[in-house]
Nanobody, 123 residues
Framework: QVQLVESGGGSVQAGGSLRLSCAAFGYTYSVYCMAWFRQAPGEERERVAVIYSADRRTYYGDSVKGRFTISQDSAKTTLYLQMNTLKPEDTAMYYC????????????????WGQGTQVTVSS
């Protein structure tokens, strides 16, 4: 199993930056991929970015492409999300997630979730 703990959320003005971190504890060696999701009030949970453990290949949602960067440390025990040029519509609870499985397409593929960290962007 994997335990995930997010940090780094906060309030920022539009155009600013934040860096989220997600510490992974437990059996991280066999994690297939990790991801950041976000959920705004009244909205569905949205996949923001994915990183594949084997080759560090990344995927980004259209709404964040070019502004956000997902990365991992060399030990693959900490996941990051660098968020630049933030917009009010980026306001949401951000969650990191991990899976041992072979698909990272949707939230149903992810077995392990953190508690979330709030990001608020004001205009």
């Amino acid at each position: 199993q994997v335990q995930l703990v997010e940090s780094g959320g906060g309030s920022v003005q539009a155009g600013g930056s934040l860096r989220l971190s997600c510490a992974a504890f437990g059996y991280t060696y066999s994690v297939y991929c990790m991801a950041w999701f976000r959920q705004a009030p009244g909205e569905e949970r949205e996949r923001v970015a994915v990183i594949y453990s084997a080759d560090r290949r990344t995927y980004y949602g259209d709404s964040v492409k070019g502004r956000f960067t997902i990365s991992q440390d060399s030990a693959k025990t900490t996941l990051y999300l660098q968020m630049n040029t933030l917009k009010p519509e980026d306001t949401a609870m951000y969650y990191c997630a991990a899976t041992y499985g072979a698909s990272c397409q949707s939230q149903s593929n992810f077995d392990y979730w953190g508690q979330g960290t709030q990001v608020t962007v004001s205009s």
